[in-house]
């Protein structure tokens, strides 16, 4: 059923600020994305369990479990071959593929997560398509996703929700919808609010804002090769566990508003 990365296990995985690194993503962000899987996990039972866009797959291999079989894809050969060699003793199969494209049948898979990828695709909706095609009928998906307004500037998020929006997205391809927000702490709000403002401080450089002006593969390319400077110099004291920031700091929350930092939601009856 899977078609293997052919690339390296030593291939370099790049920093490119989407894919979670342990030491160096502020710790606010990766307790944000152990919160999120912590709700996905909280829902699951036994089954085919699929993560999309499972990046290096420290979290992936969490989503196992008496009778779960957990599968993960990656559209980066040398990220879905680290995921595949770190996890492979621990029963983590990774495919190497397009989300919007996969490379499995139809109705293989009991639940799918999507953890903040529908933000990356400009026609989203071809994302929530391909997770209504892999489910069950009696399956459920769950996707995580930035709130359009707490999100920050970020050049590969390419359509960013509200809740309105996602619900209206994923009712054309599931009969049952349910959107809530994961939300953090006070403390977690000061973190994210001081990285937002150290970002507008550098985004302020660019007072032409060129970077909106330029091909957006430029952008990206310049914004993948400062964030690993970016986070040594201005986010030092925010990663490695410096903050005592975890995913206890984050829960659910049906009161979303301007500031809720993620979107959560739960699908279910693929069309």
């Known amino acids: 059923m899977l078609a293997m990365p052919g690339a390296s296990n030593t291939a370099m995985v790049k920093l490119l600020g989407e894919r979670p690194v342990e030491g160096s993503t502020p710790d606010s962000l990766l307790a944000l994305h152990a919160a999120g899987y912590r709700e996905v996990r909280a829902r699951l039972s036994a089954g085919v369990v699929l993560d999309a866009g499972c990046g290096l797959g420290f979290e992936t291999v969490s989503l196992g479990g008496p009778g779960r079989t957990v599968v993960g894809f990656d559209y980066d050969p040398a990220t879905a071959a680290k995921a ?21 049948r139809d ?21 929530v398509a391909e997770m209504a095609r892999l ?43 349910w959107v809530t927000g994961l939300d953090g702490s006070e403390s977690v709000k000061a973190d994210f609010a001081a990285r937002r403002r150290r970002a507008e401080k550098v985004l302020r450089l660019d ?65």
């Not at 293989?108 to 994302?127: A, G, T």
């Not at 410096?242 to 939601?265: N, Q, R, W």
């Open 84 to 104: 595949a060699s770190t996890f492979a003793g621990q029963g983590l199969s990774v495919a190497c593929c397009d989300a919007l494209s996969t490379c499995f």
């Open 107 to 127: 109705a293989s898979f009991d639940f799918v997560c999507s953890s903040h990828l529908i933000e990356h695709f400009r026609r989203p909706e071809r994302h």
């Open 135 to 177: 489910l069950r009928p009696d399956g459920v998906a769950m996707i995580l996703t930035p709130n359009k307004t707490a999100d920050f500037e970020n050049p590969y998020h390419l359509h960013l929700f509200d809740r309105e929006e996602l619900a209206e997205t994923l009712g054309g391809f599931f009969a049952d919808v």
């Open 207 to 271: 007072f032409l804002e060129l970077r909106k002006r330029i091909p957006h593969r430029w952008y990206t390319t310049a914004y993948s090769a400062a964030l690993p400077f970016v986070y040594r110099l201005m986010a030092r004291n925010d990663s490695g566990g410096a903050t005592g920031i975890t995913a206890e700091d984050f829960s659910v929350t049906a009161d979303i508003d301007d500031t809720t930092l993620v979107l959560f939601a739960v699908c279910r009856s693929p069309r």
